[in-house]
């Protein structure tokens, strides 16, 4: 998906496609400079044309694209990551008793729901 | 001048560049030298400092407040077409199979760039674009990480996705803990996506108005 929106802008705009033949010194200060560009336009009109629409965010990301690029899938390898990956659990865990909250909150006003029903 | 004729800032930015540029690219690279170096570069392109707070979005989303309360930012790399010298030609050929430099960007969740590292060969690793920026200015209060892709490795200052996990908790039925990180997760990281597009949507007319003169 992300891939696509990238191709997207990149054949709207196609100064990405053309890639202008100055020296690589200059073509690497490019995308720097619209990062200023974009930073600095935030920062004096931070009103204009705002259209970012992050409603459908989570159909965006792309996981299963192959961009491991020979990063070790194992990861029991990542010796030095210890402490991050009690991190990474301790979230998921957090989230996943916070979701079974709601399950159950949902499950039990359905039957609330269902109770009411039946009784009329 | 933007009260007298209401031009925005973009188009205010575009006739600047292309004035300057009329008359030769001498002085395109030279602004482009001048953005891209400090000190206006490190005025509009900083790091967070250790006095980083939480943006609103964050804190008043209960589905991501408080798990997602020490990340700073969305870290990515993305692949920019470039023309390089034949001759170097075969190291700035990605994965993808055509010649680019490969960005690693950093943006934080107000949608600005809090870094940018540019000019590497496409055939880069994300995890190499990496290294090399935690060698090269990219600071990370202690205790904070960025969001990052699989592309990335897990280590302290990067959150990364369980690899080899299906996020689908609608399809999948919810059949494993890992599966609940993944949709806030996704849902904070586009904005790094998001701020990208917005990046190459704004400096389209600039570079557009470029190409017209050239």
């Known amino acids: 998906m992300i891939e696509r929106i990238f191709s997207v802008l990149k054949h709207r705009f196609q100064i990405l496609l053309l890639s202008p033949e100055y020296p690589m010194s200059i073509q690497a200060h490019i995308p720097a400079t619209l990062c200023v560009i974009h930073n600095f336009i935030c920062d004096h009109n931070p009103d204009e044309e705002v259209y970012m629409d992050d409603s459908n965010d989570n159909e965006h990301f792309d996981y299963d694209n192959p961009e491991h690029q020979g990063i070790p899938d194992d990861e029991e390898e990542l010796d030095e990551s210890g402490s991050m990956k009690e991190v990474h659990k301790h979230i998921a865990r957090c989230m996943w008793e916070s979701y079974q909250g709601i399950l159950q909150q949902q499950a039990s006003s359905d039957d609330s729901f269902n109770d009411s029903d039946s009784n009329m | ?214």
């Open chain 2, 1 to 214: 001048m933007v009260k007298q004729y209401h031009l925005k800032v973009s188009q205010l930015l575009s006739l600047f560049m292309m004035l300057m540029s009329t008359p030769n690219c001498r002085y395109f690279c030279k602004m482009l030298s001048i953005f891209a170096s400090p000190p206006f570069y490190t005025n509009h392109v900083h790091s967070p400092d250790d006095t980083y707070h939480v943006p609103n979005k964050i804190h008043n989303d209960s589905k991501l407040w408080p798990f997602f309360k020490d990340t700073i930012g969305v870290i990515d790399s993305s692949h920019i077409h470039a023309h390089p010298p034949s001759s170097d030609r075969p190291a700035y050929r990605n994965h993808k199979g055509f010649v680019s430099q490969n960005c690693l960007f950093a943006c934080d969740f107000d949608l600005k760039f809090s870094y940018a590292l540019t000019g590497w060969e496409g055939s880069v690793t994300d995890a190499r674009l990496y290294d090399e920026a935690q060698s090269g200015g990219l600071y990370i209060p202690p205790n904070k990480y960025f969001l990052a892709d699989a592309g990335f490795l897990l280590c302290h200052q990067l959150l990364v996705p369980y690899r080899s996990v299906r996020y689908h908790l609608a399809e999948w039925g919810c059949a494993n803990i890992r599966c609940i990180l993944f949709p806030f997760y996704s849902k904070l990281s586009n904005i790094s996506y998001m701020s990208v597009d917005w990046q190459t949507r704004k400096s389209c007319s600039i570079y557009d108005m470029h190409l017209l003169e050239m």
